[in-house]
T-cell receptor
Framework: GQNIDQPTEMTATEGAIVQINCTYQ??????LFWYQQHAGEAPTFLSY????GLEEKGRFSSFLSRSKGYSYLLLKELQMKDSASYLC??????????FGAGTTVTVRA | DGGITQSPKYLFRKEGQNVTLSCEQN?????MYWYRQDPGQGLRLIYY???????QKGDIAEGYSVSREKKESFPLTVTSAQKNPTAFYLC???????????FGPGTRLLVL
């Protein structure tokens, strides 16, 4: 089975940095994904890690440690539009995605 | 433009009624998926299909059925056996053994 944990909520100030942690215990691993989801909308892809290390893409970065079953998503220079839910998802060996419950990030002025 | 379309955006179901949610993709993806999302919960996998004419149950398949007669289409039927169908339903697709998963805009199902 799959067990994916991430914090329920986080709050930060505009312009600040927020780090969303994700820990997982899964039967098979074939990559870790981060998605952003605004209320009432579909998730949109943010990042993908399959090897250990840091992947940077503009204001967003994602880190993976496979031996620790751990990932984080780093959001820098927070903007009001970054207020959303962030979903951690692990792909298994059958290429199915299993999702955590999501972390709701609120950005305050 | 390539992408995934779902229809309708909102769907109302009466007690004892079967309803079908449409999902079409023109990305030429082999794999397609149906997820259900409830408030405060993550996405849960209902059914998935890795190739035409083949599909497998996900974690919460009871009360649902699917078909995959064409590569671009993967409709989901919510049967009367699904006692708590109110949720946001998301269809997704991926190339298969590589690449990311793309999501459609979703269908919100409500029970009258």
């Amino acid at each position: 089975g799959q067990n994916i944990d991430q914090p329920t909520e986080m709050t930060a100030t505009e312009g600040a940095i927020v780090q969303i942690n994700c820990t997982y215990q899964t039967s098979g691993f074939n990559g870790l994904f981060w998605y952003q989801q605004h209320a009432g909308e579909a998730p949109t892809f943010l990042s993908y890690n399959v090897l250990d290390g840091l992947e940077e893409k503009g204001r967003f970065s994602s880190f993976l440690s496979r031996s620790k079953g751990y990932s984080y998503l780093l959001l820098k220079e927070l903007q009001m539009k970054d207020s959303a839910s962030y979903l951690c998802a692990v792909r298994d060996n059958d290429y199915k995605l299993s999702f955590g419950a999501g972390t709701t990030v609120t950005v305050r002025a | 433009d390539g992408g995934i379309t779902q229809s309708p955006k909102y769907l109302f179901r009466k007690e004892g009624q079967n309803v079908t949610l449409s999902c079409e993709q023109n990305l030429n993806h082999d794999a397609m998926y149906w997820y259900r999302q409830d408030p405060g919960q993550g996405l849960r996998l209902i059914y998935y299909s890795q190739i035409v004419n083949d599909f497998q149950k996900g974690d919460i398949a009871e009360g649902y059925s699917v078909s995959r007669e064409k590569k671009e289409s993967f409709p989901l039927t919510v049967t009367s056996a699904q006692k708590n169908p109110t949720a946001f339903y998301l269809c997704a697709s991926s190339i298969g053994d590589s690449g990311r998963t793309y999501f459609g805009p979703g269908t919100r199902l409500l029970v009258l």
